[in-house]
């Protein structure tokens, strides 16, 4: 057995970046970009009013105030999206809106409600000026967010909305972006049954290629599902097959000691085993290595995990969801963690990393954690139930009720905020 952390290191020796692709804007949200993002125009493109008010000069303001309004003629009304036909000349005012461009001769805007014009009512022919004003009061200037010609996004930025909008605000209908990488799952099992097919005496319901669909979807990649292999070579094989052009292989189950598990046999013979078995609990049967002469000469990464529903999950997120942000071009490949305080105790027996099923809140300052209920490698609601997995090293006997440990956490909800 090796230890999870060089367990790690060897699948991401393993992995690479995909290629580039051209993608419409709003379907690369959650991609990397492929290339600098430089801007060709200035965000704003002109100096523009940041307040409904009038455009003056500032000198006309000079001195004014509640008791002393400096009275200006309103020579025109500009709505955002328009441009003033106008040039202030002194004694006079643009009435603007927000957004609109400040039209010649201004240099500072007065705001609707620092003005008499409720007391003259709607489009005044004139307008008291009821403060003073320094140029460049409320007017937002051509360039301020963005300066044409520099460097916007740099080329490995992870694509949010909020990037998403920026890069809509250069005018950018499609984006080069790592593409998305296609990930293939292979339940295996002569006692697995398909979710639309009526459950037979000694079968259970196919869960792991679902629940592992479902994580491939959440970090940013493709599933691609094989359906079920039964337990031997011939059917693992034809089923694997049907993966021949993915990025990454996952298969579930076959991977123990028992005499029907052949999925290191295939993979033994159809390319490379880096590693089998890890020093963890649970997920101790890990089968980590490559299908060589598939997708191209360097081969297809292979995940084998257990059947054990909950083991499948805990070492998709160890080691599976690494590869796959690695394979997109991101950056930070770890989970958030947090110190919590453990309200209940948890054993280590035989020296291996224990990944714990844990609900995490927020309490008096600290976070604390508590057991989802039963913790054996086949009760998939103690997934369902958990936010996070607390970890006990190998050298550690355990944990007492009270004592701090570290908690991977796998999603954050209102009681953790």
Request: charged share 25%; aromatic share 4%.
């Amino acid at each position: 057995m090796i230890s999870v952390d060089l367990a790690l290191e060897k699948v991401l020796e393993y992995i690479t970046v995909l290629e580039a692709e051209e993608r419409p804007i709003l379907d690369c949200l959650g991609q990397v970009l492929a290339e600098d993002a430089f801007s060709a125009i200035n965000i704003p493109p002109l100096d523009n009013s940041a307040m409904d008010g009038y455009a003056v000069r500032s000198a006309d303001t000079g001195g004014a105030g509640p008791k002393s309004p400096h009275t200006l003629r309103v020579i025109e009304t500009v709505a955002a999206g328009s441009v003033a036909r106008s040039h202030v000349e002194p004694g006079t005012a643009v009435r603007i809106m927000t957004g609109a461009p400040i039209p010649e001769g201004a240099d500072s805007v007065v705001r609707f409600e620092d003005t008499d014009e409720l007391e003259r009512g709607g489009n005044p022919a004139e307008v008291g000026v009821l403060i003073e004003v320094k140029p460049g009061t409320d007017i937002r200037p051509a360039g301020e967010d963005i300066a044409a010609g520099s460097l916007v996004l740099s080329k490995g930025t992870a694509l949010r909305a909020s990037e998403i909008g920026v890069l809509a605000s250069l005018g950018c209908p499609k984006l080069k972006v790592v593409r998305r990488p296609l990930v293939a799952i292979l339940a295996t099992g002569d006692e697995i049954a398909d979710i639309n097919k009526p459950l037979s005496a000694g079968r259970i319901y196919n869960s792991n290629s679902y629940s592992l669909a479902a994580l491939v979807k959440n970090y940013g990649a493709v599933p691609k599902m094989l359906g079920i292999a039964r337990d031997n070579e011939d059917s693992l094989l034809s089923k694997l097959r049907r993966g021949f052009e993915a990025d990454m292989v996952l298969t579930s189950g076959g991977v123990s000691l028992g005499d029907y598990d052949v999925v290191r046999q295939v993979l033994a013979r159809e390319g490379e085993i880096v590693f089998w078995r890890v020093r963890e609990k649970p997920g101790k049967p890990l089968v980590f290595g490559l299908l060589k002469g598939w997708g191209g000469a360097k081969g297809i990464p292979f995940f084998g995990l257990a059947g054990n529903p909950v083991s499948a999950m805990v070492n998709f997120e160890l080691f599976v969801r690494p590869a796959i942000l690695k394979m997109m071009g991101r950056r930070n490949l770890d989970k958030p963690t947090v110190k919590a305080v453990m309200e209940d105790a948890i054993a280590n027996t035989d020296g291996r990393r224990v990944f714990t099923r844990v609900t995490v809140e927020k309490r008096g300052g600290g976070y604390v954690a508590r057991l989802t209920g039963p913790q054996g490698s086949g009760i998939l609601t103690s997934m369902a139930l958990a936010n996070g997995l607390a970890i006990v090293p190998e050298d550690k006997p355990g944990v007492k009720p009270g004592d701090e440990v570290e908690v991977m956490m796998l999603d954050w909800g209102e009681d953790v905020e």
